[in-house]
């Protein structure tokens, strides 16, 4: 079965501080990768996703996302985190085979501190 | 603002109701999924509509149905609630659904509490 980890529960960083998030999926085949962001009462908004082409993936608010095979991995990062980035990431993987609902990770939730 | 728009925002019910969550998908977008987020399963897949149609199941109990109307709005019905049901509903759309995974844009949720 499909699976998708988010090692990181919980990270604390300090404003102005550079981040990156952690991502890694178990599927035989290359997966379609996405990031969402939740903010606290919100819905998920799409950060970034990567489908094929160029493994370095720039998305919104600043944020980029690198696809690794050989590691399987697809993590998140930015330079600068501002306050406003404090929220919940999810990482999610979706497959062309059958259907196409997205498997989520757990989350990492993201307090940054002044 | 995704464009998909979920109502109610917020509902509270007690144990054995039966609730009607709604969505309405972004324009041009035929396909709708249901998501559950809980604290102890995460973020979990329930149901699939294609155009009207079901297309995929995920892990949905029998109690809840959904379903996709010519419109292609999509109503989620649960049933006897229990208090474990409690969570947050999201609904997705995506243009495709006929085998290419496409990007999903979530609605802001039903959060349902049962009491």
């Known amino acids: 079965a499909q699976s998708v980890t988010q090692p990181d529960i919980h990270i604390t960083v300090s404003e102005g501080a550079s981040l990156e998030l952690r991502c890694n999926y178990s599927?035989?085949?290359?997966?379609?990768l996405f990031w969402y962001v939740q903010s606290p009462g919100q819905g998920l908004q799409l950060l970034l996703k990567?489908?094929?082409?160029?493994?370095l993936v720039q998305g919104i608010k600043g944020f980029e996302a690198e696809f690794k095979r050989s590691q399987s991995s697809f993590n998140l990062r930015k330079p600068s985190v501002h306050w406003s980035d404090a929220a919940e990431y999810f990482c999610?993987?979706?497959?062309?085979?059958?259907?196409?609902?997205?498997?989520f990770g757990t989350g990492t939730r993201l307090t940054i501190i002044p | 603002d995704s464009g998909v728009t979920q109502t109610p925002k917020h509902l509270i019910t007690a144990t054995g109701q039966r609730v009607t969550l709604r969505c309405s998908p972004r324009?041009?977008?035929?396909?709708v999924y249901w998501y559950q987020q809980s604290l102890d399963q995460g973020l979990q897949f329930l149901i699939q509509?294609?155009?009207?149609?079901?297309?995929a199941k995920g892990n949905i109990l029998e109690r809840f149905s959904a379903q996709q109307f010519p419109d292609l709005h999509s109503e989620l019905n649960l049933s006897s609630l229990e208090l474990g049901d409690s969570a947050l509903y999201f609904c997705?759309?995506?243009?495709?659904?006929?085998?290419?995974?496409?990007?999903?844009?979530f609605g802001p949720g039903t959060r349902l509490t049962v009491l």
């Open positions: 997705a759309s995506s243009v495709s659904g006929r085998g290419v995974v496409d990007t999903q844009y």
């Open positions: 599927y035989g085949a290359t997966p379609y």
């Open positions: 990567y489908f094929s082409g160029d493994t």
């Open positions: 999610a993987v979706g497959l062309n085979f059958g259907n196409e609902k997205l498997t």
């Open positions: 324009s041009g977008d035929l396909s």
């Open positions: 509509y294609y155009n009207g149609e079901e297309r």
